[in-house]
């Protein structure tokens, strides 16, 4: 599908792009990936210690659901 890309990339697509956040890949875990090894700078990155919470992550996510988040 992606005939251009690395193995790398491949991989943290397919970490992130799934739809159930419980099995996706955590940012911190996004941040190690080696995809960015060639750009990431550590010492640059800031953390603050509070989580980020999606409020719709938490819901019964049904069709009628989604589609109001949706639209």
Known sequence: ??????????DFLSKTLVFNPYFRISLEDCLKHPFFSKVRKEEKEKFHGTPVVLEFEKLDLNKETLRELFL
């Open 1 to 10: 599908m992606y005939p251009g890309a690395t193995i790398e990339a491949i």
